[in-house]
Structures are given as C-alpha cells and as structure tokens.
C-alpha cells in the first residue's frame, strides 16, 4: 500500500468523496452531482476550500474549510466533516488534513474556529486547541409505509416550492432561523449565498420542499436535499409570530410525505441539544438517533 497524498480536492475527486462519506457518516445526505458542484464552484464569499487524502488512487480522507458567512459575529473559521477511511486511521492523516484546513482558516482572519466530532475523538480536537460547547444530535425515519398526508387547518395553505419565487423562500428561512441554537446566530443569510448553496443546489427536491402559506404570505417551510432513496431535512422552521400553531411539524410531514412518494426510502435530519420544539416534532415522527457529534470551538489570538 502506497503512502497517502494530501492535495487539493478536486471536481472528478466527487464519487469516491460520497462514497467515502456514506461510509464514515451514512446519514450525511449529499450526492455526487451535488458534491461535483461544490468543488467546481464554491459558495459565493466564503472563501470555501477542501483536501484529500488519496491512497492507490482512492480517496480516503476528506475536510473543508471555509468562513463562515452566515452570521453577524466576525472573525468565525469552520473546519467542517475531517474524517479518514477507517483502513487507513492512525497513519497521520487527521492531523495533515486538519493542518491544512486549520491554516487555511488562520489565514483568512479567523478569530474563533469551529468543527465537530465524534465523542472519541475529542482528544484529538483537545490535543489541537478545541473544547466542547454543545452537541448536535442526528436522527432517521423509515419511510416505508410513507407517512400520510397532513389536511392543513383552515386558512394555510401547503405549497410544494417549486415554481415559487426563491426570494419568497429564502425570506422565511432566514428569518426563521435567526434563533436557530448554536454557538454564534445564524443571522446573516445572504440571499446570493443561499441561493447558490440552496435553491441551486443540484440535490434540493423543489417538488418534495414545502411551505406553508396564510393569508399569501409564506410563513413556514421545510426543505428537502436527496441523494437516491435517502433524503436529508435541509431547513424546517416557521417564522417567530406564526409559531405556537404547528406549522413546523405541518410542512415536515407533507414534505416527508411527498418525499416518500417520490421514492425516498430513508429520512435524515439534524438538531442542536437546546432545539426543543423541533426533537420533540422529530420524536413524535417517529425519528430515532443514530448519532451525536460534539460541537468544539478554538479561541485564535
């Protein structure tokens, strides 16, 4: 077995990375269109950048890096999904990968800098600078039998999102998590960055993402990412004078719903610990844990 290469990522690099990803983390849901793209064209201002590591021609080993853009607070670094085949751990390849993603963070200013982490490997992320602040718990629904279809309640409105204005939807969802949980707010969605990251993105399924509607105004949403029979819960939230009414858990059913019809098999979504309404919207869905990962932070000077 030949010695790894650490190198830029590349676009053609996007099958092994997916195929690399389902196995480290199967319920991270992006496809090799979707991963192909990203690559290619980076998010807008983020300055968004990622290695490999590749051994006898595979790629075995993955990060990101990029600033964070998405909120108000200055300064904040993400080294985002280090992982390395398990054949191939313990040969140095988390440290190279994450020395090349944490200098790329250092040197664009970053005065704080955060990743996550399995619970094992916080002695890595301490031997390099990170402490815990929280933890993001992840989940799965079987889709199989689809779940039904909600009747919405007089006067809402369920709409797919396709065919609606993008502008319309980016506008709930950056309102709506603007008091997302999280170690700095979500509070600075730009509608470029969002579009490209979002509404362009190759795996949204616009039939599936849907919205709640009162009075023509949208006031709820959730977004649905697939890749093949898996789909992933990008975004579902309702905007802060409409919530109390159930929105939320209304426009995830339909979209799972929908989903499901389309040939979804397998839901996966996301939430922080302090997420209350929205675990307790998932538990009653029927999700289950599959994982949690450690949100870790670095203070730069």
């Given at each position: 077995?030949s010695?790894a290469?650490?190198r830029?990522?590349?676009?053609?690099?996007?099958?092994?990375?997916v195929?690399l990803?389902?196995?480290v983390?199967?319920?991270?849901?992006?496809?090799?269109e979707?991963?192909?793209?990203?690559?290619a064209e980076?998010?807008?201002?983020?300055?968004?950048?990622?290695?490999?590591?590749?051994a006898?021609g595979q790629?075995?080993g993955?990060?990101s890096?990029y600033r964070?853009?998405q909120?108000?607070t200055?300064?904040v670094?993400?080294i985002?999904?280090l992982?390395v085949h398990p054949?191939h751990?313990?040969?140095?390849?988390g440290?190279?990968l994450?020395?090349h993603?944490?200098?790329?963070?250092?040197?664009?200013?970053s005065?704080?800098?955060?990743?996550?982490?399995?619970a094992e490997?916080l002695?890595?992320a301490?031997?390099h600078g990170?402490?815990?602040?929280r933890?993001?718990?992840?989940?799965?629904?079987?889709?199989r039998p689809?779940?039904p279809?909600p009747?919405?309640?007089p006067?809402?409105r369920?709409?797919p999102?396709?065919?609606l204005?993008?502008?319309?939807?980016?506008?709930v969802?950056?309102e709506?998590?603007?008091d997302?949980?999280?170690d700095?707010?979500?509070?600075?969605l730009?509608?470029?960055?969002?579009r490209?990251?979002?509404?362009?993105?190759?795996g949204l399924?616009r039939?599936?993402?849907?919205?709640a509607?009162?009075?023509?105004e949208l006031?709820a949403?959730?977004l649905?990412k697939?890749?093949?029979?898996?789909?992933?819960s990008d975004?579902?939230?309702?905007?802060p004078?409409y919530r109390?009414r159930?929105?939320?858990?209304?426009?995830k059913?339909?979209?799972l719903?929908?989903?499901?019809?389309?040939?979804?098999?397998t839901?996966?979504?996301?939430n922080?610990?302090?997420?209350a309404?929205?675990?307790?919207?998932n538990?009653?869905l029927g999700?289950?844990?599959?994982?949690?990962?450690?949100?870790?932070?670095?203070?730069?000077s």
């Amino acid at each position: 077995m030949s010695e790894a290469l650490i190198r830029p990522a590349r676009a053609d690099d996007a099958d092994g990375v997916v195929a690399l990803r389902k196995l480290v983390f199967p319920y991270l849901v992006r496809g090799v269109e979707s991963t192909r793209r990203m690559i290619a064209e980076p998010p807008p201002g983020e300055d968004w950048a990622a290695w490999v590591a590749e051994a006898d021609g595979q790629v075995v080993g993955w990060v990101s890096a990029y600033r964070n853009t998405q909120t108000s607070t200055p300064g904040v670094g993400e080294i985002a999904t280090l992982h390395v085949h398990p054949d191939h751990r313990r040969r140095g390849l988390g440290t190279a990968l994450f020395d090349h993603a944490f200098g790329h963070v250092r040197a664009l200013g970053s005065t704080q800098v955060r990743a996550h982490t399995r619970a094992e490997s916080l002695p890595f992320a301490r031997r390099h600078g990170f402490e815990p602040t929280r933890e993001l718990h992840y989940a799965a629904l079987d889709l199989r039998p689809a779940p039904p279809m909600p009747e919405p309640p007089p006067g809402v409105r369920l709409l797919p999102t396709a065919g609606l204005d993008p502008r319309r939807v980016h506008r709930v969802d950056a309102e709506a998590s603007r008091d997302e949980p999280s170690d700095v707010p979500v509070d600075a969605l730009d509608y470029d960055l969002w579009r490209h990251e979002c509404w362009e993105n190759l795996g949204l399924d616009r039939e599936a993402s849907t919205v709640a509607e009162v009075n023509g105004e949208l006031v709820a949403l959730s977004l649905v990412k697939r890749d093949g029979e898996r789909m992933w819960s990008d975004f579902t939230g309702t905007l802060p004078a409409y919530r109390g009414r159930g929105l939320a858990r209304l426009t995830k059913l339909a979209a799972l719903h929908t989903a499901a019809a389309r040939g979804v098999r397998t839901a996966y979504t996301s939430n922080d610990e302090a997420n209350a309404p929205m675990l307790a919207i998932n538990a009653r869905l029927g999700y289950r844990r599959v994982e949690s990962l450690v949100a870790c932070r670095r203070t730069l000077s």
